[in-house]
């Protein structure tokens, strides 16, 4: 797997502003991938942040460093001989998490790097682990994450026709949930 943006776009199902991969640092299909992830103050959780909060509040929020480590575990099976496409395809998703333990925190100037590893391959369902880190100190670990693939129409519903590059819906209007 190359190790470029263009790949990670190429390969991940979601677009601006929920890539949260940089780049891909170390790759060994059916096995492991370590990425990276920069942290900057310009992400849009910190848009509207007062300037005068303790350092503490300007922590990356976990639910995105374990939105991260989910797209690393997403690149490695993608990339994988066993990913979705070797079991019929299907949009690769996260069906379970357990033992996450989160053990620090990232700042803006942080770089992540996820250290993901297959566990097993079983179809099309995929079990991984590992762990998160800023420089030498974990932030996370990842006891299991269980990946599975299923077919798009069944996860638009109703068979409709679903592109993964296609720009994401306009935003519906308060009140009106058919607009």
Not at 10 to 28: G, K, Q, W, Y
Request: charged share 20%; glycine share 12%; hydrophobic share 40%.
């Amino acid at each position: 797997m190359r190790s470029g943006y263009g790949q990670i776009l190429a390969s991940l199902p979601v677009r601006h502003p929920m890539v949260l991969v940089d780049r891909i640092t170390e790759f060994n299909a059916d096995r492991s991938i370590e990425t990276a992830k920069a942290v900057a103050g310009s992400e849009p959780c910190y848009q509207a942040m007062a300037d005068d909060l303790p350092p503490e509040r300007y922590a990356y929020p976990r639910s995105m460093i374990l939105e991260s480590f989910g797209q690393s575990a997403a690149l490695l099976w993608l990339g994988s001989h066993g990913g979705p496409d070797a079991a019929g395809g299907g949009l690769p998703m996260v069906g379970r998490l357990r033992n996450c333990r989160f053990t620090g925190s990232a700042f803006p100037g942080d770089v992540i790097r996820h250290r993901v590893r297959i566990d097993r391959l079983v179809d099309d369902n995929a079990f991984m682990s590992g762990e998160s880190l800023v420089g030498d100190r974990v932030v996370l670990t990842v006891g299991s994450l269980i990946a599975v693939a299923r077919p798009l129409s069944v996860v638009a519903g109703g068979g409709a026709a679903v592109s993964t590059t296609a720009a994401p819906p306009a935003p519906r209007r308060p009140g009106n949930p058919r607009k």
